[in-house]
């Protein structure tokens, strides 16, 4: 399971931590279900992607979350920060997970496929990130016949 931890607020400066993840946390480890978590990114510069990410750290540690199987995932998608172009999503995803990382986590980036590839540069992450990409299809009831199609360069498919 990969809930959402929260969102850092600028306009409040905190980290607002999802409702449900406390509960979902909990849940899950107590089921030895394997968990990960992600970030919804609202950042707008490489600095406040590591404003986010070490949030995110502090609250993990303060509360004693920080069993994790999965990675920690940068959801980045906001139509707010498409224009601040693939040098600097792809720096900014950079300096969200290595500050993750190096709280001893591991970590990602997670989007929808367009933006993967009209938003970012992939070939600037470093090989331990982990890829996970949403691109849902069409709900047939059936196995997509490009089953494949993000066997190459992705760890997680959304479908």
Not at 97 to 102: G, H, L, M, R, Y
Request: with cysteine; charged share 25%; glycine share 6%.
């Amino acid at each position: 399971m990969i809930p959402r931890i929260g969102w850092y607020s600028k306009d409040q400066s905190k980290f607002i931590v999802d409702v449900q993840f406390e509960r979902n946390y909990k849940e899950t480890t107590s089921r030895k279900i394997p968990i990960g978590a992600y970030v919804y990114s609202y950042a707008k510069s490489v600095e406040d992607a590591r404003k986010e990410a070490q949030e995110t750290v502090n609250y993990l540690k303060s509360t004693g979350k920080t069993k994790f199987d999965l990675p920690i995932f940068f959801d980045i998608e906001d139509d707010t920060q498409i224009s601040l172009g693939r040098e600097t999503i792809s720096q900014m995803t950079i300096a969200f997970c290595e500050v993750i990382k190096s709280a001893g986590f591991k970590t990602g980036v997670y989007s929808y496929s367009y933006w993967l590839t009209n938003y970012m540069d992939l070939s600037m992450l470093p090989e331990d990130y982990n890829i996970w990409v949403a691109d849902f299809g069409k709900s047939t009831g059936q196995m997509p016949s490009d089953i494949y199609k993000y066997s190459n360069g992705y760890d997680i498919w959304q479908y």
